[in-house]
């Protein structure tokens, strides 16, 4: 195993990941979906209606609810946050290290946008 492997895999097992249902449903209970893939997959694939774009060097500083340059929707610690890259790899790190900012209800979409297409939930064209 690489040691990127096995870094996935440690960051995996502090989560409660979501499959795309359990994601949708989330998002209709109010938590905040955040599609952190680059605009180019944007571009190609679409989006999810609802969902708020984040790219991913910019995540931390975006959803730090203590942080001057937290979004609107960045409001308190409790925030159910479900963080989405473009196969699930990069989420998993990154909702990681939303949890280490106190984020503790951040989790990640298993098989990410991709998964969410494949499921034919909501997309809109690229």
């Known amino acids: 195993m690489s040691a ?4 996935l895999e440690r960051a995996r097992g502090t989560l409660h990941r ?9 998002r209709e209970a109010g938590g905040l979906l955040v599609d952190i893939r680059y605009a180019a997959l944007r571009e190609r694939d679409g989006t999810i209606p609802g969902a708020l774009i984040v790219e991913r060097n910019e995540l931390e500083w975006r959803l730090d609810p203590t942080g001057d340059h937290r979004l609107p929707e960045a409001a ?3 925030l159910h946050v479900v963080v989405l890259c473009n196969e699930g790899y990069a989420s998993s790190l990154a909702a990681v290290s939303l949890h280490q900012l106190g984020l503790h209800r951040a989790t990640d979409l298993i098989g990410g946008f991709q998964a969410w297409r494949a499921a034919g939930l909501p997309v809109t064209s690229g």
Do not use: Y
Request: proline share 6%; no cysteine; net charge negative.
């Open 18 to 26: 979501l499959e795309p249902g359990q994601a949708a449903a989330a």
């Open 76 to 78: 308190h610690h409790d």
């Open 4 to 7: 990127v492997d096995d870094l």
